[in-house]
């Protein structure tokens, strides 16, 4: 709550925040930002501060130690930016101008890693040198490159923003191969469809689904009958939905239904008539898997486990079947850039850096075609 008279208050965070109008020089709007700190008294320097670098400042309203400041120069007049206040101003025009749930995942690293590695910095003074001084241990290879992405989004914002030359932040080599997710093995496939086929109901269907569509975990709890066209033998995405942070809420997440991951993702996928026959017979809700409201994905992925477990194989993410859809498409002939449309991939690399995982017994299969072509070419007569 703000003190009397000041526009200070303290925030959920434990930091106190300042805000200042600043006036719009093309069209004279007035516009607030704002300072932070660890105390109301390092608050109240910075805004008597930056009220006068902006022309806002009225010294005879300052109250205790902070009237007894002299006026700032030109010099000490400057504008100092605190990487903690340009980071606010960024996510604010994240929120403003991405999907929710990108601004989620910005404001937590940032709450969670980068406000505590950097509290009251200069935005200047932070170079690779001193990320790496401050960069928390133990950290997966995701989580870095989600850090320094954010970093290096802040820092252009600034630039931008405030017309100053800042770095680019480079990660350091990890030394590591990354992991890749990895796809179910034909055996474990086989078993899996036999489970499928035993009986027919909704969680068996959408597994089915996802392993012919290669469908994401989202898309499918959004689909709605409406979505599936059954004279053209298509299944259209349109949207996704996700449980994200939501402030002011009891259970302080909400499911929501939003776009889809990207204008690539909004897309068309064509259907086989296995597939179609597991659709043929429409329900009276509105959406496929969920009824009334969309099915929530903590839930398929709950059901994906037991069906798993009843088929005899170890316990796997659910986005393995988006994995193993797109190996199989490649291994079956198909041409990456189909593969990466119905993937709903801007880019034909991410299919084969991301989904494509040959197995051994293809690699196999290809070193056999070679030397049999050798072989062809040894038996020719000079």
């Not at 965070?13 to 004279?28: F, Q």
């Not at 486990?305 to 198909?334: M, Q, S, V, Y």
């Not at 017994?361 to 020719?380: A, E, V």
Request: aromatic fraction near 10%; include cysteine; glycine fraction near 6%.
């Amino acid at each position: 709550m703000a003190r009397h008279g000041e526009n200070i208050r303290k925030r959920k965070d434990g930091r106190w925040e300042g805000r200042y109008p600043v006036y719009s020089k093309e069209d004279g709007k007035k516009q607030y930002h704002s300072v932070y700190g660890r105390t109301y008294e390092e608050v109240q320097e910075k805004l008597y501060k930056v009220k006068h670098r902006h022309g806002t400042g009225n010294q005879a309203s300052l109250p205790g130690h902070l009237s007894q400041l002299p006026p700032p120069s030109c010099e000490e007049g400057e504008l100092i930016l605190i990487f903690s206040y340009v980071a606010e101003e960024w996510l604010n025009e994240i929120r403003n101008t991405r999907k929710p749930s990108t601004y989620e995942k910005y404001k937590l690293i940032f709450e969670n890693y980068l406000w505590k590695m950097f509290p009251d910095t200069e935005i200047s003074a932070i170079t690779d040198k001193r990320i790496r001084e401050q960069f928390p241990e133990g950290l997966t290879e995701s989580m870095s490159k989600s850090i320094y992405c954010v970093m290096n989004q802040i820092l252009k914002y600034a630039s931008r923003q405030y017309f100053i030359e800042l770095p680019n932040l480079k990660r350091p080599s990890a030394g590591t191969r990354s992991k890749p997710v990895g796809v179910l093995a034909k055996k474990e496939q086989t078993k899996l469809l036999a489970a499928l086929y035993q009986e027919q109901e909704p969680f068996r269907t959408a597994v089915s689904l996802c392993l012919h569509t290669g469908l994401r975990l989202g898309e499918l709890c959004a689909l709605k009958w409406t979505d599936v066209d059954f004279e053209n033998r298509l299944v259209m995405v349109n949207r996704t939905v996700q449980r994200l942070m939501v402030d002011g809420q009891k259970s302080r997440t909400l499911l929501l239904e939003v776009d889809p991951k990207s204008e690539y993702s909004r897309r068309e996928i064509p259907l086989s008539d296995p597939v179609l026959e597991l659709l043929r017979i429409p329900g009276d809700k509105e959406y496929i898997f969920g009824g009334d409201k969309p099915l929530d994905p903590r839930t398929m992925q709950y059901r994906f486990k037991k069906i798993l477990k009843r088929a005899g194989l170890p316990d796997r993410n659910f986005h393995i079947l988006r994995h193993t859809f797109a190996t199989n498409c490649i291994e079956g002939g198909a041409d990456v850039k189909s593969l990466s449309e119905i993937l709903g991939h801007s880019d034909v690399k991410i299919t084969l850096n991301r989904y494509v995982h040959p197995s051994m017994d293809t690699k196999r299969r290809h070193m056999d075609r070679l030397s049999g072509f050798y072989g062809q070419i040894h038996g020719q007569p000079d």
